[in-house]
């Protein structure tokens, strides 16, 4: 594994030596002839201007991306700041209970309402506790009484 981490950094290298040569050529190259257009005294003067002209326009550009850049941080942190104070940060459903569950069944109207009942009527609603006995109305008592205490929370 080393071997070709070798070989790819020297490739690397050498790629890199290579560029820079090149470079150094063309700029040697545009150099002399600028040299060669302009005379001596003059060159120093054009050339200075020229750089600070550049100088002076990399500067404003430098300067015209930092303000553009500080006013949408502005926004940003403005806007993160109101997102941040306009959401509450703790639920208002933490705040109330919640609603119990309703065990007690509804009326159900599955007869019309009478005024007066006669025993016939009522046999068929009816169950004498006494007929059946004590013990089978505890438990049957006892059963819904546990049924409901095990839904409670």
């Known amino acids: 594994m080393s071997f070709f981490r070798e070989k790819i950094w020297d490739n690397l290298i ?18 002399q002839k600028i040299m060669d257009i302009l ?9 200075g201007a020229l750089a600070g002209v550049i100088v002076v326009i990399i500067f404003v550009m430098v300067i015209i991306s930092g303000k553009s850049g500080k006013s949408e941080r502005a926004e940003t942190r403005g806007y993160v ?50 007929k059946y006995g004590e013990e089978q109305w505890r438990e049957k008592i006892e059963a819904v009484i546990d049924d409901f205490m095990e839904r409670v929370p």
């Open 39 to 47: 005379p001596d005294k003059k060159h120093r003067l054009i050339m």
């Open 14 to 31: 050498h790629f890199l030596q290579n560029a820079a040569g090149f470079a150094k050529q063309m700029m040697q190259g545009i150099w």
């Open 81 to 130: 700041a109101a997102e941040r104070f306009s959401k509450p940060v703790i639920a208002q459903d933490d705040f109330f209970l919640p609603d119990e569950p309703d065990f007690v069944p509804g009326v159900l109207l599955e007869r019309e309402r009478r005024t007066s009942w006669s025993e016939d009527d009522a046999s068929e609603y009816w169950q004498d506790p006494l």
